[in-house]
């Protein structure tokens, strides 16, 4: 079993960044994948952006060249730095793991981009 604890999130300007941050604890193996998605009042959940435990990243097109997702092996954590945000981020995010054929979700945080 694996549990997924997220920080950040809030509210923010259109232009602003935020970050977010998952860490994840348990039965953590070696070889795993962890991302975040994003599921916006009347849409279906979406991929934001996603790191294997060996750096490989995958971003959606819409958040390419503003969001960068990290990871710290060591601590089982990862990060989403958010800029330039836009009204259209506006949703609420899940951090996701996966493992082994399993899939592990965060509770969800709650960005907004308003002015």
């Known amino acids: 079993q694996v549990a997924l604890v997220e920080s950040g999130g809030g509210l923010v300007q259109p232009g602003g960044s935020l970050r977010l941050s998952c860490a994840a604890s348990?039965?953590?193996?070696?070889?795993?994948?962890m991302g975040w998605y994003r599921q916006a009042p009347g849409k279906q959940r979406e991929l934001v952006a996603a790191?294997?435990?060996?750096?490989?990243?995958n971003y959606a097109d819409s958040v390419k060249g503003r969001f960068t997702i990290s990871r710290a092996n060591a601590k089982n954590t990862v990060s989403l730095q958010m800029n330039s945000l836009k009204p259209e981020d506006t949703a609420v995010y899940y951090c996701?793991?996966?493992?082994?054929?399993?899939?592990?979700w965060g509770q969800g945080t709650q960005v907004t981009v308003s002015s």
């Open positions: 996701n793991y996966k493992q082994m054929g399993m899939v592990y």
């Open positions: 348990g039965s953590i193996f070696s070889i795993y994948v």
């Open positions: 790191i294997t435990s060996g750096g490989r990243t």
